[in-house]
């Protein structure tokens, strides 16, 4: 929590420097509920500080349990060290719940050996809080925030199903991490998950014959379904190993090099309509749905002199709860 004698602009100024411990307390206080007031003053307080600024590249990692997600993303931080010593990273690791006690190990950080003192790099635990999709109800404005301060953001969902894809509608990037022999090429088009990706990773490739055998069934089974990827064309696939430390290297020139960004008004409207079914169920979508059929709230809009209206999430949520309430008043 935020101490009285701490002012929000005093944290925002250190965290935006890399100071570990201010990120982590603006983080747990962006964790709790009913926190759209702190987080109003939160994006007000950086663009106030940090007018403009173009937003980090976000990276979605999921793939199966036991893929090597965890130790692949801790060779990934020791590699951004020697190659990119003039950027800063943050990692955002879901771990699941139980779905006894409701807790949550948080084992992913035990995998990944970071620099103590090191700004450059900051690593957060979150649990999954037994949401489906893989990611919790404050991992998006945690990211949002993380943005603001780090070049690139990692997210490590919890091991995927047949889908678990959330990651990817908040990521600029996502992989899909598989090991060698993980499934037969029905198993790969199952559910559409092939075509959620933008990048493939198989990893554990310390047997080089299993790993080729697993690349080509792959790259046989994208060929099959590549006129319904975006692009139409192949999307990469990697093969890395975290024990022979191979592969790994030209993940991380990849990843330094990409430079498409998705839109963000898209994925605020697509976060906006989760919360909204989370939050009010379907009374609260069929608000929505006849809002958006009056094109009250489209995922671009056009400002008046003809460029694109960035959308403020906090101001869009702010707007829908007051529909709400006049909702709830009318039906009274």
């Known amino acids: 929590m935020i101490d009285s004698t701490e002012t929000l602009s005093e944290l925002v100024s250190e965290a935006l420097l890399g100071e570990k411990f201010p990120?982590?307390?603006?983080?747990?206080?962006?964790?709790?509920?009913?926190?759209l007031e702190f987080r109003e003053s939160l994006f007000r307080e950086i663009q106030s500080q940090k007018p403009n600024a173009k937003d980090g590249l976000t990276i979605g990692i999921t793939g199966t349990p036991g893929a090597g997600k965890s130790s692949l993303l801790g060779e990934l931080c020791r590699l951004f060290i020697e190659f990119a010593p003039d950027k800063k990273m943050a990692i955002v690791a879901i771990d699941p719940s139980s779905n006894v006690s409701g807790g949550s190990i948080l084992g992913d950080r035990t995998r990944v050996t970071l620099p103590r003192r090191d700004t450059r790099i900051y690593f957060r635990s979150q649990p999954s809080q037994l949401e489906l999709g893989g990611l919790n109800p404050y991992t998006y404005h945690v990211i949002r925030f993380l943005r603001k301060i780090f070049d690139y953001v990692f997210i490590e969902t919890v091991g995927i199903g047949q889908n678990e894809i959330s990651v990817s509608l908040v990521s600029d990037i996502s992989f899909l991490v598989m090991q060698p022999l993980g499934g037969d090429q029905v198993q790969f088009m199952k559910s559409g998950i092939?075509?959620?990706?933008?990048?493939?990773?198989?990893?554990?490739?310390?047997?080089?014959?299993?790993?080729?055998?697993?690349?080509?069934?792959?790259?046989?089974?994208?060929?099959?379904?590549?006129?319904?990827?975006?692009?139409?064309?192949?999307?990469?696939?990697?093969?890395?190993?975290?024990?022979?430390?191979?592969?790994?290297?030209?993940?991380l020139h990849y990843i330094l090099q990409y430079s498409k960004r998705k839109d963000k008004n898209a994925e605020t409207m697509t976060q906006l309509t989760q919360w909204i079914r989370n939050e009010y169920g379907r009374f609260g979508m069929r608000i929505w749905e006849k809002l958006e059929s009056k094109s009250w709230n489209q995922a671009v809009r056009l400002s008046?002199?003809?460029?694109?209206?960035?959308?403020?999430?906090?101001?869009?949520?702010?707007?829908?709860?007051?529909?709400?309430?006049?909702?709830?008043i009318h039906d009274e």
Do not use: W
Request: hydrophobic fraction near 35%.
């Open 304 to 328: 008046l002199s003809g460029g694109i209206h960035k959308m403020d999430y906090e101001t869009e949520e702010k707007k829908f709860v007051s529909l709400i309430q006049k909702q709830v």
């Open 194 to 251: 092939m075509e959620v990706p933008e990048a493939f990773i198989i990893n554990k490739c310390d047997e080089e014959s299993l790993a080729n055998s697993s690349f080509y069934m792959l790259q046989s089974t994208l060929e099959f379904i590549k006129d319904i990827l975006p692009d139409q064309s192949l999307p990469p696939i990697f093969k890395t190993s975290v024990t022979k430390r191979k592969g790994i290297e030209e993940l």
């Open 23 to 35: 990120i982590a307390k603006i983080i747990s206080k962006i964790e709790t509920e009913n926190n």
